[in-house]
């Protein structure tokens, strides 16, 4: 076993091993292919704690001198050493995993052939003026063709564009209420809902959730109290939670929006990545919901372009809320994903998307599976409760901060900011490689089950 005589300095220790490490495979003590000791071996021979050990591999990990295989250890790269006095590579950083968004390299072959085709498309110079109320036809026929494939009736003549799902729920709460209503969602969730409410001075309350997501009882509860103007509500995979309401609660929410008389958001930006074909709630009550999608999850990330369907009697006001805020949606976008969405590339896009989050919901399940957390099979993201030893999010976040790791705390999530989901963090797996993915879970399992003192 590779045992090191430690760099001589006055720095931390773990700088000082990751010193000694980069020397010796850089003078060929370690040869490429040899594998390192384990975080406890190397922990146990030096007197060193594991978490030491730790932070040297993630360190030569960044810049690309040794990889780690699950089940097997870390590994000294094959990799052609730089000449003496060459600058040395830029370090790779750790991951985002506070953004829910699809994995970037699936999404580069097929956008860059997208973007070949449209340069070369007799309709480009179309794409480069104005557009009658801000659409083109054939762009809302693709768009009735991507919310029909998702199992709603959608009509091309109720379709409006939207610069992505932020857009879309804007527009929803600036045309569908007014100034001082109360606007509900789940009491999890995700921060740009409560953003939008309150930046157009409405009021936010929250509907507690269980294990089956919003709770129709409560619903009722909140409404007798107080009506509501609108229910913002996640059916599929819901974020942060990962819930996806039962047919059932569906129609029981349907049902009191008519008993109530408010109107209803079906926000299904992650009905793509669900296993079972459930209803949208715009299904069940179409005369009082807007139901709301975009590509900015299914196919890539940097196509800011959304959908939603409306009751013919609301179309005129959101289109205005459309000119208001953005005047147009791009035409060149709105191409784009025509291109995609007609030639079935969209769709497997998505369908791509959805295997690999599968894959790493698998990885996680492995590396957390100790802890308590919640998440679809096929989810972009999880929903992880701390050990009690934690006393916050915050406090977790800002330690995964220091190690590279960027994790979304769960009081952001917190919609009557009662301090629902406080010992929680959200993770969101699909930010680079898949190798990166496993030595992030690593270090987070590790985080979580250590006591402060290793990490502080």
């Not at 769960?410 to 919609?415: N, R, T």
Request: aromatic residues 6%; neutral net charge.
């Amino acid at each position: 076993m590779w045992i090191p005589q430690l760099v001589e300095g006055d720095g931390p220790i773990y700088l000082r091993l990751a010193d000694t490490l980069r020397r010796d495979i850089q003078q060929g003590v370690l040869e490429a292919g040899e594998r390192l000791p384990t975080l406890k071996e190397l922990a146990a021979a030096l007197g060193i704690t594991p978490g030491t050990v730790g932070r040297a591999y993630q360190a030569v990990h960044r810049e690309g001198l040794v990889s780690g295989e699950v089940g097997r250890g870390t590994f000294v790269c094959e990799r052609a050493l730089p000449p003496p006095g060459a600058p040395a590579a830029p370090a790779v950083l750790g991951l985002d995993m506070s953004i829910v968004k699809p994995n970037a390299a699936l999404q580069e072959s097929f956008v860059r052939a997208a973007l070949a085709e449209l340069a070369q498309s007799a309709r480009l110079p179309d794409m480069l003026d104005y557009t009658p109320d801000g659409a083109n036809s054939q762009h809302l026929q693709a768009g009735a063709q991507w919310l029909q494939e998702a199992g709603l009736a959608a009509q091309p003549e109720q379709v409006l564009l939207t610069c992505g799902g932020q857009h879309g729920l804007w527009l929803a709460v600036a045309a569908l209420t007014r100034p001082g209503d109360l606007v509900l969602c789940e009491s999890l969730c995700y921060p740009g809902v409560a953003s939008v409410v309150q930046l157009l001075g409405r009021r936010l309350r929250g509907v507690p959730m269980d294990a089956q997501g919003l709770q129709p009882e409560a619903l009722r509860a909140l409404c007798e109290q107080e009506r509501p103007a609108l229910l913002i509500c996640i059916p599929n995979l819901q974020n942060p939670t990962g819930t996806t309401l039962p047919l059932e609660r569906r129609r029981q929410i349907a049902a009191l929006a008519r008993e109530f008389d408010f109107k209803l958001v079906d926000d299904d930006l992650y009905g793509f990545l669900a296993t079972e074909a459930l209803p949208p709630l715009a299904s069940l009550a179409p005369e009082r919901t807007l139901y709301l999608t975009s590509l900015s999850k299914s196919v890539a990330s940097t196509v800011r372009l959304g959908y939603v369907h409306a009751p013919p009697q609301w179309l005129t006001a959101l289109a205005a809320a459309v000119r208001s805020s953005v005047w147009m949606v791009s035409p060149l976008l709105a191409e784009l994903a025509t291109q995609l969405i007609r030639s079935g590339k969209a769709r497997e896009m998505a369908h791509r998307q959805r295997e690999e989050a599968q894959a790493r919901q698998t990885l996680a399940r492995a590396y957390l599976g100790g802890l308590n957390l919640r998440a679809h099979p096929t989810a972009f993201h999880l929903w992880l409760e701390l050990p009690q030893a934690w006393s916050s999010g915050d406090q977790f976040a800002a330690l995964a901060r220091g190690h590279q790791l960027i994790v979304a705390a769960g009081d952001s999530f917190s919609m009557n900011r009662d301090g629902e989901g406080r010992r929680h963090v959200r993770l969101a797996l699909m930010d680079g490689s898949r190798e990166r993915l496993e030595y992030a879970l690593t270090k987070l399992a590790g985080l979580a089950a250590s006591p402060d003192a290793v990490w502080l």
